[in-house]
């Protein structure tokens, strides 16, 4: 009996992407446009083509993974009658020949992550990669890949063109990563779609005729990166980036942000009389940190620089009391009232250049703060799907730093300049004047 064959032929685009066995792969589509139905059933085609194989599939969550491509991936196994046993809790099916496919959400904790690519995989693939703020580089190159080395595995990943700016998915679709085999198309090129679609579009169009002039129709339908420059909170000129200097007799503070699943990020800046700027010296985060792990981190700064004070996100009480009390590190709580209107003042701090970051030391703040914008016009709260771990422990150094106090010193004009011969006769006038009062 001939095995089954699970990709389609008659959706061209979607089998040019199946067929591609690139070691590394992104497919960027609109909805509706069936990239994950194409990839799903490539997963199902590797299982079969490759007995006893490991495959994984995974999205933002293993909820919204399940939602994606469970039925899918059921129904292609039914309609060709493959034997298979399934554990949906577990998000699990394995076939008769011990090929298996497992999914998984990308917000599981780094542990979780290591113990899951622990094995030899044969593909990988990650769906919604458009919407995915977390280390996406990370997790691909330093830990999926090794995952694929061993049995010559592919990693891809698909998604849509998100208004979410500098992701690494869209670095990988427009060619800033090298490297990767790369597939577009939208539902207009799906046969099964195309027509609805139409209707669908046409149906927005007539209640509300500006619809074509949005971001949103421009990202999910015509699959164009449209990041909207309106709502970016930060906005960095290279010139604010300077060469390590030695300052004279600086003042350190050190933010601090709390995380575990989310990274503990730390952000050491200085500020000193003779400049009214403040300086980021560096910055940097690291996730899984335990409350012992985050105490050493801050004490290695307070070895390293007269640290004046240390702020910390004041969220996680018990974790601050047990590094004051236990660790002996001293700590205050971190203002974060009103965060809205700071981040503004922050961001024409930046603007204007009264912020300055120490090359080589801080790259990572900086792209984080690059990619942070507005929930929508009101400006108001962060886009929540934006990690911001690096510039709210900068935000927690920057509110209690004193650089705005510096007053320019006025020096007195030189005894030989024509302003201070011109100053000395007027005073020299009016004490004769005054001498000469009844």
Avoid at 195 to 224: D, G
């Amino acid at each position: 009996m001939a095995p089954p064959v699970f990709l389609d032929s008659s959706f061209p685009l979607q089998y040019k992407a199946a067929m591609d066995k690139s070691f590394l792969k992104a497919i960027q589509c609109t909805r509706r446009a069936g990239k994950s139905t194409g990839e799903g059933k490539e997963t199902l085609q590797s299982m079969i083509d490759v007995p006893e194989s490991n495959h994984l599939y995974g999205a933002l969550t293993l909820s919204s993974a399940k939602n994606i491509i469970w039925d899918t991936l059921l129904t292609e196994l039914e309609a060709k009658k493959v034997p298979y046993r399934s554990n949906e809790q577990q998000g699990t099916i394995k076939l008769e020949n011990k090929s298996q496919v497992k999914l998984f959400g990308l917000d599981s904790s780094y542990k979780e992550m290591r113990k899951i690519l622990g094995s030899k995989y044969k593909t990988v693939k990650i769906d919604e990669a458009g919407s995915i703020t977390q280390d996406l580089k990370r997790v691909c190159y330093q830990m999926v890949m090794p995952a694929l080395t061993d049995v010559n595995g592919r990693l891809t990943l698909l998604g849509t063109a998100e208004n979410i700016p500098k992701t690494f998915f869209e670095a990988v679709t427009t060619g800033l990563e090298p490297g990767w085999s790369i597939h577009k198309w939208t539902a207009f090129d799906n046969p099964y779609i195309a027509e609805k679609w139409r209707e669908h579009i046409a149906w927005i169009e007539e209640f509300n005729p500006t619809f074509k002039l949005t971001s949103e129709y421009k990202t999910h339908y015509l699959n164009e990166w449209c990041a909207d420059d309106k709502l970016l909170i930060i906005k960095i000129n290279e010139k604010t980036v300077v060469e390590p200097i030695e300052f004279n007799s600086p003042t350190y503070i050190l933010g601090v942000d709390i995380g575990f699943n989310d990274a503990c990020a730390f952000t050491l800046v200085a500020f000193h009389k003779a400049s009214p700027s403040l300086y980021v010296v560096e910055s940097f985060k690291e996730p899984e940190l335990d409350i012992t792990d985050t105490a050493n981190r801050i004490k290695t700064y307070l070895r390293k620089y007269p640290v004046a004070k240390v702020i910390i996100d004041g969220a996680n009480k018990q974790g601050v009391e047990e590094i004051k009390n236990r660790h002996h590190v001293p700590l205050e709580a971190a203002e974060k009232q009103d965060k809205a209107s700071f981040l503004k003042i922050l961001a024409d701090d930046i603007t204007r250049q009264r912020v300055h970051y120490f090359r080589g030391k801080c790259q990572s703040l900086i792209d984080e703060q690059a990619s942070l914008q507005w929930e929508d016009d009101t400006r108001q709260r962060e886009d929540q799907r934006i990690p911001n771990d690096q510039n709210d422990s900068f935000l927690y150094a920057w509110r209690e730093a004193r650089n705005y106090l510096w007053k320019e010193e006025i020096k007195p004009d030189s005894i030989n300049s024509d302003k201070y011969m011109d100053e000395f006769a007027k005073r020299l006038l009016e004490q004769r004047r005054r001498q000469h009062e009844p």
